[in-house]
């Protein structure tokens, strides 16, 4: 696989093998060649493994020269067999008439003669770089250079400079009384049982500082006590030799001479019927904690980024010697920046902070567009630096290539977690394993990261789903240093040029600038992702082994339509393509030579106006994702063409039976979202769509904006199961035949459910151990009696429902954070209001949000009523509770069964436009639509203007594809 540390030497060798297969029919001198080739990388691959285990600025500069060499050396190899492999597999005949076949066939020989001949002659030149590359190994002596572990290596550079943390005063601490308080609850409740708190957070954040303040709070309230530093590689006898120390000293010096066992065996011992505190800091090994703790099992605590009004208090007492002397004449914008910056780490406050003292406030803008690893000598940046780069080295080899990849994306950006999976698969980072995906392997890379927090996740409010990540800024320096120094990712922002240094650059990223980019030419460039404005780029003929092009590049568009031709023209070129990013870009056509793309994994084309995808692209036999959505593309016929899709997110208008039944055959298909409005009006469609779904048995997302569906049938789902293991279900259409399927016995691993009920009866919900989210449309007038019971929804964050909530019981959903629902009022047979009591709130410990919708026509009559008891539910709330109440339009209709629905809309209605909403037969189903004498002008939910459906001429037209009494239109 490729990777940071050993360049593409580990795809290399699997190539290399591969071409010495009789069906390349390679002479026996280079076979010959070859095989030395595979003897001597694989020597030098493990060397390369050893020094990337090392951190750089410890290496002698020549072995850091002799990596750096073999690293291109690599990539140059690894080119040359591509191409090679490329011209041989487009000399293949397929299709053609025989006597043609024949002449063509003879022509054939002598192009593949030449072809061999020709990567023959590269060989050569390859060997012989490789045999010079072998004897300066053999000269530097790279093996014995590395020989000594990592951890010895840093441990013996210097001095941890954590340690400073262990020393510091008490009331130099800033931002930590709320944790500190917390902590010491946890520690000193009533409870005998052992406890065993973990403090986890990004590094810098200040997990030391506050374990040893805690020590200090809390130590002398035990028998005894004792606070260990561990650090990277630690002994365990040491360890154990170090708690007995902090335990008893006279011990500890009787006991030189015990083992491990024997050391245990004297702790238990010693702390055997005693109340006893010990702190275990900076521990990096789980095996040397598995030994500690044995199988005993705690509470974790997760330590946040200090306030704003925190921050700025460290930031003033490390530069102006406490808050109250803080300059009043500091430049606020720059000061807002750099505390931007910082995010809230202490350890980055206080080293920005530390740049900045004795130099005058003019300069602080200056000093801001330096900060970096290597932008000044400064005993806070050095000590930064050596913390966050024991985190790095702490990482495995993948998971530093992937960490470094993400310097390609300047400050503070979202990084989207599917998009950058699926360049890490495209760039070779991912090594397989049998019976997973690389998208899967690709996923669980990326939760590593966040759980060894080098990265920020970003979640969506309250759902548990994580959807991307940041990197902060500290790390984005140290990531943007390493890269560059390994020559791992270049870097062209502001109006930088390309330069002869970067002739060997593999990874390009390009940020905006105002200058064009000159003679860009780069042959040897695998990845290239530009955020330009694209009339600045060079053509993409200049790119001759390209794997990755993401184009996220803002222009003027009359501009981009007489200039896209120039560039996309040379697509077809691009035959080692196997990511292609062209979102938001106003493309309406696709060259045809996209077909030529046979490696190509990834195809992104969403925010286009191309209706109609080329046919060309069903021969992409390779394509894992399809992206092309908010656009008006549809689901073409071919979809079933693309068998190994893994990932297809498309618009759903305009559908037919044969391309719903294409869907069944994407057998790989693990997530499926459609966009906007799938239209099942007909028996066949319904059918279809349902056929199709029950076959993908790997589908774990099923995520469709709106169904719009006129038959009233039951049995539409009789005889079809769900797969079972759908993790995400978003279709909500009125369909009672798919309710009945909505099981917990039959999908056990269901988290999200967005669904269209009958009937307000939560039971069957509740039962869902994993559910995490769940939204609930239902006709109109409903009302939830019972909101759970004794371990119903025992994870539940998000309830959306369309139907008033009953009272919640102490013990009902007791993880829930958000509560949204429409307020329906109803009541008794007595004339009285149906219950309705907010109050019952209070039993809900972790909700953060209620979000109440009332209807246009009873809305000045509740409203103020709702929002009073709304405002006392929030001040009897343990939490700070937000509360929000909001006007709902509806727009309604009556089926066959008598049943009442709406559309609800907020209430930006004009009162003088009230229609009458007539249904009409079309298809087998209903159209319910408006007189031509009226047209309404709303706004939905998102803001979008919505314009009804009417009658012209005896003809239906309409002016919107928005969303229109519940239905969806195409105009």
Not at 355 to 370: A, H, I, Q, R, T
Not at 416 to 443: Q, S, Y
Not at 629 to 646: A, F, R
Not at 783 to 811: C, I, N, W, Y
């Amino acid at each position: 696989m490729v990777g940071a540390a050993t360049g593409a030497m580990g795809s290399l060798l699997l190539k290399l093998g591969s071409l010495l297969r009789e069906e390349y029919k390679l002479q026996t001198g280079v076979k010959e060649d070859i095989r030395y080739l595979e003897r001597e990388l694989r020597s030098m691959h493990a060397a390369l493994r050893k020094v990337g285990g090392i951190p750089r600025d410890q290496l002698d500069e020549q072995v850091k020269l002799w990596a750096d060499e073999v690293r291109d050396l690599s990539y140059r190899m690894e080119d040359v067999v591509d191409k090679f492999l490329v011209r041989v597999e487009a000399t293949t005949i397929v299709g053609v008439p025989k006597l043609k076949r024949l002449m063509e066939k003879m022509g054939d020989l002598f192009t593949k003669g030449k072809i061999r001949h020709d990567l023959g002659e590269q060989i050569k030149d390859i060997k012989v770089r490789i045999q010079e590359a072998a004897g300066r190994r053999d000269r530097y002596k790279v093996n014995e250079v590395v020989s000594n572990p990592p951890g010895a290596t840093v441990g013996m550079a210097t001095a941890d400079p954590r340690l400073l943390a262990l020393y510091k005063d008490r009331k130099d601490l800033v931002g930590i009384d709320v944790a500190l308080s917390y902590l010491t609850k946890v520690l000193t409740d009533e409870d005998k049982e052992l406890k065993i708190l973990t403090i986890v957070g990004f590094g810098g954040l200040g997990k030391t500082t506050l374990a040893k303040a805690v020590y200090d709070k809390l130590q002398s309230s035990y028998d005894c006590s004792a606070f260990v530093p561990v650090g990277q590689n630690p002994s365990v006898r040491k360890l154990l030799m170090d708690i007995l120390f902090g335990i008893n000293k006279k011990i500890y010096r009787d006991s030189l001479a015990l083992d491990e066992r024997q050391l245990i065996d004297k702790l238990r011992e010693l702390l055997e019927n005693k109340r006893y505190f010990i702190i275990i800091d900076d521990i990096w090994d789980m095996n040397v904690w598995e030994t500690v703790r044995c199988a005993l099992t705690g509470e974790v605590y997760k330590l946040k980024p200090l306030s704003r009004d925190l921050s700025k208090e460290l930031f003033n007492t490390r530069l102006f010697g406490g808050n109250n002397k803080c300059s009043h004449d500091h430049p606020t914008k720059v000061y807002d920046k750099i505390l931007n910056k910082c995010g809230g780490v202490p350890l980055a406050i206080i080293t920005i902070a530390s740049l900045l003292v004795g130099k005058p406030v003019e300069d602080w803008s200056k000093v801001y567009n330096l900060i970096g690893f290597g932008s000044e000598d400064n005993k806070d940046v050095e000590n930064t630096r050596k913390i966050l780069l024991f985190s790095y080295y702490d990482l495995p080899c993948h998971l530093r290539t992937c960490l470094l990849y993400l310097s390609i994306y300047p400050e503070d950006h979202f990084i989207e977690k599917d998009t950058i999976i699926w360049k890490w698969v495209a760039e070779g980072f991912i090594h397989e394993e049998p019976e997973v995906t690389l998208f899967e392997i690709g996923e669980r890379y990326f939760n590593q990261l966040v759980n060894k927090n080098m990265v920020q996740p970003i979640e969506k409010p309250y759902n548990g789903i994580i959807i991307g990540c940041r990197v902060h800024d500290m790390v984005l320096d140290m990531i943007c240093l390493l890269s560059k120094e390994e020559n791992f990712v270049t870097l062209l922002d502001g109006n930088k040029q390309y330069t002869s240094s970067h002739v060997n650059a593999r990874r390009l990223a390009v940020g905006w600038r105002s200058d064009p980019l000159a003679n860009m030419c780069m042959p040897q460039v695998r990845s290239l992702n530009a955020t330009c404005n694209v009339t600045m780029m060079s053509s993409l003929s200049c790119f001759e082994v390209l794997r990755i092009l993401d184009l996220k590049c803002e222009t003027d568009s009359f501009v981009w339509t007489k200039i896209k031709h120039l560039h996309l023209q040379h697509l077809g070129k691009l035959v080692h393509l196997r990511y292609l990013g062209l979102g938001d870009l106003d493309i309406c056509k696709l060259p045809k030579k996209i077909g030529n793309l046979k490696f190509l994994q990834t195809l992104d084309l969403s925010d286009n106006d191309i209706e109609k995808l080329p046919k060309c692209i069903s021969q992409l036999n390779q394509l894992k994702c399809l992206h092309a959505y908010n656009s008006s593309t549809k689901i073409p016929n071919w979809i079933g063409n693309l068998t190994s899709l893994e990932e297809l997110r498309i618009n759903g208008s305009k559908v037919s039976p044969k391309s719903l039944n294409g869907l069944g055959k994407l057998t790989e298909l693990r997530k499926l979202r459609i966009e906007g409005h799938l239209w099942l009006c007909s028996e066949s469609l319904e059918n279809a769509w349902v056929g199709s779904l029950v076959k993908l048995q790997k589908i774990e997302v099923i995520d469709v904006e709106t169904i719009m569906s006129w038959l009233d049938v039951d049995d539409t789902w009789e005889g079809h199961v769900l797969p079972r293991q759908i993790i995400v279900l978003h279709m909500s259409y009125i369909q009672p035949g798919l309710v009945a399927k909505i099981n917990p016995s039959l999908l056990p691993n269901l988290s999200h459910l967005t669904i269209h009920v009958g009937t307000p009866n939560l039971e069957i919900f509740g039962r869902f151990p994993k559910l995490l989210t769940l939204k609930l449309d239902m006709p109109d007038g409903r009302h939830h009696d019972v909101m759970g019971s004794a371990g119903a929804f025992p994870k539940l964050r998000v309830l959306k429902t369309s139907a008033t909530p009953g009272q919640f019981l102490e013990g009902d959903m007791p993880s829930l954070e958000s509560l949204q629902f429409i307020f329906q009022a109803q009541y008794t047979e007595d004339g009285k209001l149906h219950d309705f009591d907010l109050s019952s709130l209070v039993n809900l410990p972790l909700l953060k949000e209620v979000i109440v919708g009332i209807q246009e026509d009873i809305y000045h009559e509740f409203s103020d009523e709702i929002d009073k008891a709304g405002r006392c539910a929030v001040n009897a709330h343990p939490s700070h509770l937000k509360f929000h109440v909001k006007a709902i339009g509806m727009a309604s209709w009556e089926n066959k069964n008598g049943m009442v629905y709406r559309r609800k809309v907020p209430v930006e209605v004009d009162p003088s436009h009230v229609a009458v909403v007539l249904p009409v037969p079309i298809g087998g189903g209903l159209v319910w639509f408006v007189p031509a004498s009226q047209r309404l002008r709303w706004r939905d939910d998102g803001g979008v203007l919505v314009t009804v459906v009417t009658q012209v001429g005896g003809r239906l037209a309409w002016w919107s594809r928005r969303l229109v009494l519940g239905c969806r239109f195409e105009g």
